[in-house]
T-cell receptor, first 113, second 111 residues
Framework: IAGITQAPTSQILAAGRRMTLRCTQD?????MYWYRQDLGLGLRLIHY???????GKGEVPDGYSVSRANTDDFPLTLASAVPSQTSVYFC????????????FGQGTRLTVV | DAKTTQPTSMDCAEGRAANLPCNHS???????VYWYRQIHSQGPQYIIH???NNETNEMASLIITEDRKSSTLILPHATLRDTAVYYC????????????FGTGTRLTIIP
């Protein structure tokens, strides 16, 4: 089934631990994105990648890192989790250069305690 | 990305047409307007997009003004399931697509 997949669906993480959220798409989209969404707030861009091998910082990049080794995968890493990183994380991919819309994953609910 | 402005919230009666406005006065000539919605805590869902002409699909219609500085998303017969936050975005297609979302319009369909 074509689309974008995130893992895990949810996670409880102890503060100070390292965590990688996974995101994979099979649509061969050039661009991928990571967002966080806190209760009652909109989507805030953490990091993005316009093509494999390149990444960029969004609105709230501190405490997060990403890599884009290939077209399909765009993992988000929290090197040392803090409670303020408790949020729902959404991954998305798009190919706007071809006029195609973005598709979003189902989200990862992360709780840092 | 071109900045967009949307009302914070709107109500619409069930069965009526819901018209959601969006201003994007800094849009460039080859930038598309995209609409998404987010139902409860699900991932945003693509609805429709357009460049100059009006567009229609099975979900909605998109009306873009001639000067392209604003657009309106129309849900022709709103149902309770259309209650969601609706986002209008204009992503840059110059190789620097940050794809930022604003706060959107919270649409509530009233029974």
């Amino acid at each position: 089934i074509a689309g974008i997949t995130q893992a895990p669906t949810s996670q409880i993480l102890a503060a100070g631990r390292r965590m990688t959220l996974r995101c994979t798409q099979d649509m061969r989209h050039n661009a991928m994105y990571w967002y966080r969404q806190d209760l009652g707030l909109g989507l805030r861009l953490i990091h993005y990648s316009n093509t494999a091998g390149t990444t960029g910082k969004g609105e709230v990049p501190d405490g997060y890192s990403v890599s884009r080794a290939n077209t399909d995968d765009f993992p988000l890493t929290l090197a040392s989790a803090v409670p303020s990183q408790t949020s729902v994380y959404f991954c998305a991919s798009s190919d706007y250069d071809r006029g195609l819309p973005a598709f979003f994953g189902q989200g990862t609910r992360l709780t840092v305690v | 990305d071109a900045k967009t402005t949307q009302p914070t919230s709107m109500d619409c009666a069930e069965g009526r047409a819901a018209n959601l406005p969006c201003n994007h006065s800094t849009i460039s000539g080859n930038e598309y307007v995209y609409w998404y919605r987010q139902i409860h805590s699900q991932g945003p869902q693509y609805i429709i997009h357009g460049l100059k002409n009006n567009e229609t699909n099975e979900m909605a219609s998109l009306i873009i003004t001639e000067d392209r500085k604003s657009s309106t998303l129309i849900l022709p017969h709103a149902t309770l399931r259309d209650t969601a936050v609706y986002y209008c975005i204009v992503p840059s297609n110059f190789g620097n697509e940050k794809l930022t979302f604003g706060t959107g319009t919270r649409l509530t369909i009233i029974p």
